[in-house]
T-cell receptor, first 114, second 115 residues
Framework: AQKVTQAQTEISVVEKEDVTLDCVYE???????LFWYKQPPSGELVFLIR??????QNEISGRYSWNFQKSTSSFNFTITASQVVDSAVYFC???????????FGKGTRLSVIA | NAGVTQTPKFRVLKTGQSMTLLCAQD?????MYWYRQDPGMGLRLIHY???????AKGEVPDGYNVSRLKKQNFLLGLESAAPSQTSVYFC??????????????FGPGTRLTVL
């Protein structure tokens, strides 16, 4: 069975600090997809990244970076030089095949304090 | 191109009342999903559809029914609302397998309160 664990329920950092959000997943499939979504206070879900199980290259997009390690079943998300606008709930999610339903972690609430 | 829209945005029901939530997408997606979000629980799948006329149960289907009569619409029904169904409901859609862009796109959510 699929499972996504985000052990950090809430994180609080001071602006400009770096912060890493942890995501550990479980799946029996060799082909799967991992996602990160952001949910700002306004409530909508914003897609951040999708990674397939065959691509272990780390990815960087501006201040955001993702570290995918199959050996530890982890897909961690780092925000560099955090800003107040980064305050949100972040969800990690798993799909075992393209477009099968997503299994979400319980989310990590990030508060960035000015 | 509106993407995924949900109607209504907010609703308050009394226990035992019924209602239907409407999800519409204009991206010609085959797959559509209904999730619910509760505090501390993340999003959980209620029902989903892989094409017009087909539906399947998700993780938490009890108390809900769905219909996909048209490709662009996915309806979620509550026949007899209960306080335990107080939640934020999200609809999502995605293209069929094999298409290059296979990300799920989410609607803005419907906040439902059952008194």
């Amino acid at each position: 069975a699929q499972k996504v664990t985000q052990a950090q329920t809430e994180i609080s950092v001071v602006e400009k600090e770096d912060v890493t959000l942890d995501c550990v997943y479980e799946t029996r499939d060799t082909t799967y997809y991992l996602f990160w979504y952001k949910q700002p206070p306004s409530g909508e879900l914003v897609f951040l990244i999708r990674r397939n199980s065959f691509d272990e290259q780390n990815e960087i997009s501006g201040r955001y970076s993702w570290n995918f390690q199959k050996s530890t079943s982890s897909f961690n998300f780092t925000i560099t030089a955090s800003q107040v606008v980064d305050s949100a709930v972040y969800f990690c999610a798993l799909s075992e095949h393209r477009n099968t339903p997503l299994v979400f972690g319980k989310g990590t609430r990030l508060s960035v304090i000015a | 191109n509106a993407g995924v829209t949900q109607t209504p945005k907010f609703r308050v029901l009394k226990t035992g009342q019924s209602m239907t939530l409407l999800c519409a997408q204009d991206m010609n997606h085959e797959y559509m999903y209904w999730y619910r979000q509760d505090p501390g629980m993340g999003l959980r799948l209620i029902h989903y559809s892989v094409g017009e006329g087909t539906t399947a149960k998700g993780e938490v289907p009890d108390g809900y029914n769905v219909s996909r009569l048209k490709k662009q619409n996915f309806l979620l029904g509550l026949e007899s609302a209960a306080p335990s169904q107080t939640s934020v409901y999200f609809c999502a859609s995605g293209p069929r397998r094999g298409q290059r862009i296979d990300t799920q796109y989410f609607g803005p959510g419907t906040r439902l309160t059952v008194l």
